[in-house]
């Protein structure tokens, strides 16, 4: 597996933006897809964003428009944009990383960060 560092969480009031950032860290030459899923206390985690590693991005329907997902390939790191936030956005928003060729070979399985809180309030 993968070292994913998450960061850019926090609270924020309803409508406001945060960017939050997924690193993976080691000596990694390729990653094949990366994202985001995020989990609200007492349900279930649910899939927000993914990016491949070709750019190719797919969105839950509940954050099309609002969420944009993107990567720096050359710095490993998934990036998610999260605008018009709701207090239904509030949530432990995990990274994840799939497919992970590096110095210590290739990992097709899925790696997961740590998660950070976003917490949507007034």
């Known amino acids: 597996q993968v070292q994913l560092v998450e960061s850019g969480g926090g609270l924020v009031q309803p409508g406001g933006s945060l960017i939050l950032s997924c690193a993976a860290s080691g000596s990694i030459f390729s990653i094949n897809a990366m994202g985001w899923y995020r989990q609200a206390p007492g349900k279930q985690r649910e899939l927000v964003a993914g990016?491949?590693?070709?750019?190719?991005?797919n969105y839950a329907d509940s954050v099309k428009g609002r969420f944009t997902i993107s990567r720096d390939n050359a710095k490993n790191t998934a990036y998610l944009q999260i605008n018009s936030l709701r207090p239904e956005d509030t949530a432990v928003y995990y990274c994840?990383?799939?497919?992970?060729?590096?110095?210590?070979?290739?990992?097709?399985?899925?790696?997961w960060g740590q998660g950070t809180q976003v917490t949507v309030s007034s």
């Open positions: 990016i491949t590693e070709g750019g190719d991005t």
């Open positions: 994840y990383a799939d497919g992970v060729s590096s110095s210590s070979g290739y990992y097709r399985g899925r790696s």
